[in-house]
C-alpha cells in the first residue's frame, strides 16, 4: 500500500541521524492545527459527492473515515485506529474519496506521531490487518489515475533521497568546520601555553641571573680589599642560583611525560606566590638596591594564579632596575582598594652610567603586560618626568 511506503519513508528519515529524531513537540502551533478541521470537512463532503448508494448503515463507516482528520496533528494514532474501524463498518468497501482520505490518516500518522517507532508499527499492524481481513480495501481506480498513483510515491521516495543527500552533505561540512575548529582552538592553546611558559622562564631566569651577576660583579671588586664582603657575596651567588634551579626543575618536572623507566617524583612544592615579596625584597636589597615597601588599605588573600601575577611584577620590574638602573633607589606601592588592587614600582634615576646590555630585551615588560590582560586589567609602564621608570598594574578583584 502508498500508506505503508510513507510510513516507512517517513520512519527511515527519523533514523537517519538528524538531531532528535524520536519525539516531536507536544504543543503544536495552533494556526496550523485550526486547519485540520477543514480538511476533514472537504474530505467528508468530497467522499459523501462520489459516493454511490450511500445507505443508512454506511453513513457512521464513511463518518469514520473522515471526520477524525481533525484531530490527525493533535492525535494522529486515535485518528487513524478511527480510520480503521470505519473500514471495519463498511467491510472494507470503501469509495476512491474515501481510500484517499485513510492515505491522508497514513501520512498523518507517519509525519505527527511523537515516536516514529510507534507509528511504523501501528500502519504495518493496521495494514496487514486489513490485507488479511478486507482484500477488497484497495477501489479499483480508472486508468487515467494509474500513472498518478505509481509516480506520486516515486516522487516521494526521490524528494526524500534528495533530502537525505542535503542532510548528508551538511552534516558532513559542518563536521569538517567543528574539525578545523578544533584544530585552530588545540593550536591557539598550545601558543598560549608555549607563551606562559615563556614568560615563567625569563622571569625566572632574569631575575635571578640578573642578581647573581650583580653579586659576582661585587664580589669582584672587594676581593682584595673586603675578602669578607665578596664571601658573602658569593654565597649570596650560590643561594639565588639553586633557587634558581628548583624553579627550573619545577617547571621541567611539570612539562615532563611520564616515563615508567623512571618513576622519580615531581618536584610539587608551591609556586613563587605574593607571599613571597618580603623574600624577594631582602634578596634583591642583598643584591645593591635600595627598595622599600608601602602598603595601603586591607590586605586580601589571592588566588594562586593573581598571586603568582602580582608576584611576577614586582620580581620583573626590580630586575629592570638592578639591570638598567644601577645606584638608583626603588619604592613599591600596594594599594588594596574597593575595586582592584594596584601595583606601583617606581626608581629614581640612575646615579651611576647605565650599563649596555649584553642581550637582546623588551620581553619582560610584554610579558607583565600578557599576565595583567589575562585578568583583564589595566597595565603601563614608562619614564617619569622627573627621571627613572615607573611600572603600574591593576588587577580587578572581580576578575581575580
Known amino acids: 500500500m502508498v500508506g505503508a511506503l510513507v510510513a516507512a519513508l517517513r520512519s527511515a528519515r527519523d533514523h537517519s541521524g538528524r538531531s532528535s529524531p524520536q519525539t516531536l513537540p507536544r504543543r503544536l502551533p495552533r494556526r496550523l492545527s485550526q486547519w485540520d478541521p477543514v480538511i476533514a470537512g472537504v474530505f467528508t463532503v468530497v467522499v459523501f459527492a462520489t459516493a454511490n448508494n450511500v445507505r443508512g448503515w454506511h453513513l457512521p463507516g464513511l463518518l469514520l473515515l473522515t471526520v477524525p482528520l481533525a484531530w490527525r496533528r493533535s492525535s494522529p494514532a486515535v485518528a487513524f485506529l478511527a480510520q480503521i474501524a470505519g473500514i471495519a463498518v463498511l467491510g472494507g468497501n470503501l469509495p476512491t474519496a474515501a481510500f484517499f482520505a485513510v492515505m491522508f490518516g497514513v501520512y ?216 638598567h638602573a644601577r645606584g638608583s633607589t626603588a619604592q613599591v606601592v600596594l594599594d588594596y582598594g574597593d575595586s582592584a588592587l594596584l601595583i606601583v614600582v617606581t626608581n629614581t634615576a640612575p646615579c651611576e652610567p647605565t650599563p649596555k646590555p649584553t642581550s637582546p630585551g623588551g620581553r619582560g615588560l610584554v610579558g607583565l603586560a600578557e599576565r595583567v590582560h589575562a585578568f583583564n586589567g589595566e597595565f603601563d609602564a614608562a619614564p617619569r618626568v622627573a627621571g627613572g621608570y615607573r611600572v603600574r598594574a591593576s588587577l580587578p578583584w572581580a576578575n581575580l
Do not use: C
Request: proline residues 6%; hydrophobic residues 50%.
Open 108 to 323: 498523518s500518522v507517519s509525519a505527527h506521531s511523537r515516536s516514529a517507532r510507534v507509528s511504523l508499527v501501528v500502519l504495518l499492524t493496521t495494514s496487514a490487518w486489513v490485507a488479511v481481513r478486507f482484500g477488497n480495501a484497495i477501489p479499483t481506480m480508472p486508468d487515467w489515475l494509474t500513472p498518478f498513483a505509481l509516480v506520486i510515491p516515486l516522487w516521494i521516495m526521490g524528494l526524500q533521497v534528495r533530502r537525505w543527500r542535503i542532510a548528508a552533505n551538511a552534516a558532513s561540512a559542518h563536521a569538517a568546520m567543528l574539525e578545523k575548529a578544533g584544530e585552530l582552538a588545540t593550536q591557539q592553546a598550545v601558543a598560549q601555553e608555549k607563551a606562559r611558559i615563556a614568560r615563567e622562564m625569563h622571569d625566572i631566569v632574569t631575575h635571578n641571573v640578573s642578581v647573581m651577576v650583580i653579586q659576582a660583579a661585587a664580589a669582584r671588586h672587594v676581593m682584595d680589599t673586603e675578602p669578607e664582603s665578596a664571601y658573602a657575596a658569593m654565597a649570596a651567588v650560590e643561594r639565588v642560583g639553586q633557587e634558581a634551579m628548583a624553579d627550573l626543575r619545577h617547571i621541567f618536572d611539570v612539562l615532563r611525560e611520564p616515563d615508567d623507566a623512571h618513576t622519580t617524583e615531581p618536584d610539587l612544592r608551591p609556586q613563587a606566590s605574593f607571599d613571597q615579596l618580603e623574600t624577594l625584597l631582602t634578596r634583591v636589597r642583598g643584591a645593591g638596591l635600595d627598595v622599600s615597601a608601602i602598603s595601603t588599605g586591607t590586605p586580601r588573600p589571592l588566588p594562586p594564579a593573581a598571586s603568582l601575577a602580582a608576584y611576577r611584577i614586582v620580581q620583573e620590574s626590580l630586575t629592570n632596575v638592578l639591570r
